[in-house]
């Protein structure tokens, strides 16, 4: 294990200059800039360490084409004798810049002990943190029985569909081929990410008839039906989510009850290039809601509770008509704590920082929630650098000191997995 540290220590400047080189592929999604060039930047640093790789482009999933392919990296080091395979997997796309950066988004500036960049935080240091740490200890246990693992992968920021799920489906998650996977996702040094709530996507119409803006009471306004929508929001839905708490360990503490996002809301005839609108009553109206739901609830009950509502206006409401398309949903996931890449996570951490600990759960979803439910693979967690309120924010950054001592907890963490030590 000393040996194993010191290694990782000596690599410091190789890992603060990995982690600028990721942050300058400006892998922007949407539409998936740099895709193909950051990933290939990651297999030739693996290919030329040993590791075998293969790139993978996900046809035909949302947003691929030629000029904005989604293509992955998996690059797979195999030891000296049969064992498990430990898999690291990070997402290389990162969010838009948006508005205050007080320093370049994509030259990895580094300012005291902190690089900053879109994407050092999520989850760009993370992943050059699982690079250094699978490569420090290769060099150290060059007989190793098993293999080790690393992945960069798309669109994990839009939904994971051109990324882990494509992967996934091709079995590239199989627990027969995979046993240990950890997604380095920036939840704190010493916090261990068991899991996530649940996601359920949808988008509520309502309909009305149009007529002259000058005439109302000759047409049907379908944003006034949304407005009654709305108002029953207010007056009903919030306060029974507000009541539903759980005893999963989301952070930070408002998640720990059922929420809904409403996300959007378009109504009515679109403005000319004048910016005058259309003196029309409007006919249609939609909103997009984003309701995230808890392991304790049924995924049933979560779609039944919207369409009860809109059900009961529409029973009470003159001419109220609605549709309701479902967009998008994922259930809640929550690994175990004796799972062996929990206790093996969980012994590095109080090793390296001298404490135990926290578990928690994400509020919101990420790959995860593939490799779980479609590669039906179950000892995976998230654990990374960085701290989780910066991601996606102006001047995002990740601690150069927090880096060095996640690299050594999960080169520990490996170590355990693959049989040289055993957990705490």
Partial sequence: MEELIKRIESKRDDLVALTQDLIRFPTINPPGEAYAPCARFIGERLAYRGFSVQYIRAFNTPGDSDTYPRLNVIARYEGKRPGPCVHFNSHIDVVEVGKGWTRPPFEGVIEGDNIYGRGACDMKGGLAASIIAAEAYIECNPDFAGAIEISGTCDEESGGFGGVAYLAKRGFFDPDRVD?????????????????????????????????????????????????????????????????????????????????????????????????????????????????????????????????????????????????????????????????????????????????????????????????????????????PGILDLAHQPDEYVGIKDMVDSTKIMALAIQTLLGNTNPS
């Fill in 180 to 384: 240990h996977v950890i997604i380095p996702e920036p939840l704190n040094k010493d916090r261990i990410c068991l899991g996530h709530r649940g996601v359920w996507w949808a988008e509520i119409e309502t309909h009305g008839h149009i007529a002259h803006g000058s005439m109302p009471f000759l047409g049907d306004c379908a944003i006034r039906h949304m407005g009654a929508v709305l108002d029953a929001f207010e007056t009903t839905l919030f306060p029974a989510l507000a009541l539903k708490r759980t005893d999963m360990p989301v952070v930070p503490e408002g998640a720990k009850q059922s929420t809904l996002n409403i996300n959007s809301i378009h109504g009515g005839q679109t403005e000319g290039a004048d910016g005058l609108p259309s003196p029309c009553v409007p006919d249609s109206c939609r909103m997009i809601i984003d309701r995230r739901f808890l392991i304790e609830e049924d995924i049933g009950a979560v779609k039944r509770e919207i369409s009860h509502l809109l059900d009961t206006l529409k029973a009470k409401r003159p001419s109220f008509t609605y549709d309701l398309r479902e967009l998008f949903e994922v259930l809640p996931t929550m690994t175990d704590k004796d799972q062996p890449v929990v206790k093996a996570v969980s012994g590095a951490i109080s090793q390296i920082l001298g404490t135990q600990p926290d578990y928690v759960i994400s509020p919101g979803t990420y790959d995860q929630k593939h490799i779980d439910r479609i590669g039906k693979l179950k000892d995976c967690i998230a654990y990374g």
